[in-house]
């Protein structure tokens, strides 16, 4: 004989208070470990989204990001001139030599300095990256004016549009404002190539990136540059290349999260159990009912854990509820590898809701074991003694 399922949910619902308790502790951990899941996937989203499959970067060997990476002129016209990049309609190399430097920009919360990146880019940058121009225009060729990227622009002092900044000693007007798609461009400063170079005194692209003709065409370009003399690179996919630069951060953002995670959930085992203790103990006779009855030990037993599981699915509906709202919640943190700032948003994903619930569940599984294994080896005249 099985205890029906809905003698459980009929005894967490006549409990409101009880069941309150338990299921509150429960929520809080659920949102914790949502927090986590969607801050690290939120990173790790922002960062790897902004490569592309269709793209290769070319870099310095042994450059761990553009930032200490060196590519010259002359070098980056032969990349260019590489039979594996594709063409544009009007046969130009769809390839971008660009520059990565650092500029210290106040942030406008706290009016402290932060490290952000700006990228001299050229015409083929933005056909090869999801660029679109929100507010304002581009800059025109030849002016100290430059494009900031939309979450920048909220963050940082002179990077709004009509704002002045100084980059390499030079004041620099922010004509417009740009959408990347979430990706990590989002989180830089966009102006020519050529004139920030010379506002840096230097000579040196950073990186060369190329639109491939077709995905194959990424192995024989590597084994080309990387293996001619003339050349000290490293070929990598765009994609790749991004998600490198996500992994130091993503990781340590998963285990400090999971960390407190667990501490929190310990908490919430324990207020599981005590919620399971309490209701058992007053519930003695109905179980003594049930043994009388004809249900054996191991239906006892079955029940309680399906109840305590159901607590936690409780705990879990209600804690993804505010989890979910926080995926509007924008973060901004230093990169790691590139020593600069990147803001981001909380990504919610239905992974991320699963392992919620999931992970409630358990919790609550794991604060009825012990409960119900003491409901099940309750004497049948111990337990009706008080009737």
Same mark, same amino acid.
């Given at each position: 004989?099985?205890?029906?399922?809905?003698? *459980?949910?009929?005894?967490?619902?006549?409990?409101?208070?009880?069941?309150?308790?338990?299921?509150?502790?429960?929520?809080?951990?659920?949102?914790?470990?949502?927090?986590?899941?969607?801050?690290?996937?939120?990173?790790?989203?922002?960062?790897?989204?902004? &490569?592309?499959?269709? *793209?290769?970067?070319?870099?310095?060997?042994?450059?761990?990001? @553009?930032?200490?990476?060196?590519?010259?002129?002359?070098?980056?016209?032969?990349?260019?001139?590489?039979?594996?990049?594709?063409?544009?309609?009007?046969?130009?190399?769809?390839?971008?030599?660009?520059?990565?430097?650092?500029?210290?920009?106040?942030? $406008?919360?706290? *009016?402290?300095?932060?490290?952000?990146?700006?990228?001299?880019?050229?015409?083929?940058?933005?056909?090869?990256?999801?660029?679109?121009?929100?507010?304002?225009?581009?800059?025109?060729?030849? +002016?100290?004016?430059?494009?900031?990227?939309?979450?920048?622009?909220?963050?940082?002092? &002179?990077?709004?549009?009509? @704002?002045?900044?100084?980059?390499?000693?030079?004041?620099?007007?922010?004509?417009?404002?740009?959408?990347? &798609?979430?990706?990590?461009?989002?989180?830089?400063?966009?102006?020519?190539?050529?004139?920030?170079?010379?506002?840096?005194?230097?000579?040196?692209?950073?990186?060369?990136?190329?639109? !491939?003709?077709?995905?194959?065409?990424?192995?024989?370009?590597?084994?080309? !540059?990387?293996?001619?003399?003339?050349?000290?690179?490293?070929?990598?996919?765009?994609?790749?290349?991004?998600?490198?630069?996500?992994?130091?951060?993503?990781?340590?953002?998963?285990?400090?999260?999971?960390?407190?995670?667990?501490?929190?959930?310990?908490?919430?085992?324990?207020?599981?159990?005590?919620?399971?203790?309490?209701?058992?103990?007053? $519930?003695?006779?109905?179980?003594?009912? +049930?043994?009388?009855?004809?249900?054996?030990? $191991?239906?006892?037993?079955?029940?309680?854990?399906?109840?305590?599981?159901?607590?936690?699915?409780?705990?879990?509906?209600?804690?993804? !509820?505010?989890?979910?709202?926080?995926?509007?919640?924008?973060?901004?943190?230093? *990169?790691?590898?590139?020593?600069?700032?990147?803001?981001?948003?909380?990504?919610?994903?239905?992974?991320? !809701?699963?392992?919620?619930?999931?992970?409630?569940?358990?919790?609550?599984?794991? &604060?009825?074991?012990?409960?119900?294994?003491?409901?099940?080896?309750?004497?049948?005249?111990?337990?009706?003694?008080?009737?």
């Amino acid at each position: 004989m099985r205890v029906p399922l809905s003698y *459980n949910m009929k005894n967490l619902l006549a409990r409101k208070v009880t069941t309150a308790l338990g299921a509150g502790g429960i929520a809080l951990v659920v949102v914790i470990f949502m927090s986590v899941l969607m801050l690290a996937h939120g990173f790790k989203k922002t960062l790897v989204g902004t &490569g592309s499959e269709e *793209n290769a970067v070319v870099l310095r060997s042994g450059a761990t990001s @553009e930032l200490v990476s060196s590519i010259d002129r002359e070098q980056a016209a032969i990349v260019k001139a590489r039979p594996e990049v594709s063409l544009d309609a009007t046969g130009r190399p769809l390839a971008a030599a660009e520059m990565i430097f650092i500029v210290n920009i106040l942030r $406008r919360r706290d *009016n402290e300095p932060s490290n952000v990146v700006v990228r001299g880019v050229g015409p083929e940058s933005m056909e090869m990256r999801p660029i679109r121009i929100t507010e304002g225009r581009m800059w025109k060729p030849g +002016l100290s004016e430059a494009i900031a990227g939309k979450l920048i622009a909220e963050k940082y002092k &002179g990077c709004g549009l009509g @704002e002045t900044i100084t980059m390499g000693g030079r004041d620099w007007t922010v004509v417009g404002l740009f959408e990347a &798609g979430g990706t990590g461009f989002e989180s830089e400063i966009w102006g020519d190539a050529d004139q920030t170079m010379a506002a840096i005194r230097r000579a040196s692209y950073s990186s060369v990136t190329v639109r !491939l003709r077709e995905p194959a065409g990424l192995a024989p370009l590597k084994e080309s !540059l990387e293996g001619d003399p003339r050349f000290n690179v490293q070929v990598k996919s765009e994609r790749a290349f991004y998600e490198e630069q996500s992994r130091q951060i993503s990781m340590f953002i998963y285990f400090l999260g999971l960390f407190v995670t667990v501490v929190f959930s310990i908490a919430a085992v324990l207020a599981a159990m005590l919620t399971m203790f309490a209701t058992i103990g007053s $519930r003695t006779a109905e179980i003594g009912t +049930l043994r009388a009855l004809g249900f054996p030990r $191991r239906s006892i037993l079955t029940s309680f854990v399906v109840e305590a599981t159901l607590l936690g699915l409780v705990g879990g509906l209600i804690g993804i !509820l505010p989890g979910a709202i926080l995926r509007e919640v924008s973060f901004s943190t230093t *990169n790691w590898t590139s020593f600069s700032e990147v803001a981001w948003k909380l990504s919610l994903t239905p992974q991320i !809701l699963l392992a919620s619930l999931l992970f409630a569940a358990f919790m609550g599984f794991a &604060g009825g074991l012990v409960p119900a294994f003491r409901a099940a080896r309750l004497k049948i005249v111990d337990a009706l003694a008080g009737l």
